[in-house]
């Protein structure tokens, strides 16, 4: 085996370390092949116009009040230019607790990696819909999923194939651009 397969193999592990065996090397054969960017071209060929911090706390807002409307509020939603993709793969959710006055006050906030500027809309709701399930579940459980699933029905193939597009990205091959 040569360095470069032992690099892609290890990429491999790090993207989709949770899928079975057989669905890596189909994913293997896609990249030696190079048909994987033309395979994420076509699946995901549009890119969203959402590239402002308000146009993203309209678009979260909009989505929070169509699955999560007795959730708490989202105080701050924007574009992050510095995030570690792989450890925060899909973006980030915090809430901020500050003391006003004799009480103490929490403010949730979203902030989603700015590499998601340039990609499929499906692949924003994506991401937007796992940052809105967190007001609701903390981990990454059942319920979590479940809910992930009630707001896009499609979410874990999306949650693939964005996997898959950032296993891509870190492998230096063309964008999947339309």
């Not at 395979?39 to 999560?68: F, M, N």
């Not at 990454?140 to 193939?157: E, G, I, S, T, V």
Request: hydrophobic share 40%; with cysteine.
């Amino acid at each position: 085996m040569a360095a470069g397969d032992d690099a892609r193999d290890t990429l491999i592990r790090r993207y989709l370390g949770t899928c079975p065996a057989p669905l890596q090397s189909q994913i293997r054969e896609l990249i030696d092949s190079n048909r994987l960017a033309p395979y994420l071209r076509q699946r995901y060929p549009e890119r969203h116009a959402i590239q402002t911090d308000g146009a993203l706390y309209d678009y979260v807002q909009d989505l929070k009040q169509s699955h999560l409307r007795s959730s708490p509020p989202i105080h701050k939603v924007m574009w992050q230019n510095k995030m570690d993709v792989l450890q925060n793969v899909l973006g980030l959710h915090t809430a901020i607790s500050r003391v006003q006055g004799g009480r103490l006050k929490a403010k949730a906030e979203i902030r989603v990696a700015s590499l998601f500027k340039d990609t499929a809309p499906e692949f924003l709701e994506m991401v937007v819909v796992h940052e809105l399930a967190h007001l609701r579940e903390r981990e990454h459980n059942k319920a979590f999923y479940q809910l992930c699933r009630h707001m896009l029905p499609d979410y874990h193939q999306i949650e693939f194939d964005l996997r898959l597009l950032l296993l891509q990205r870190a492998l230096g091959e063309a964008p999947a651009a339309g």
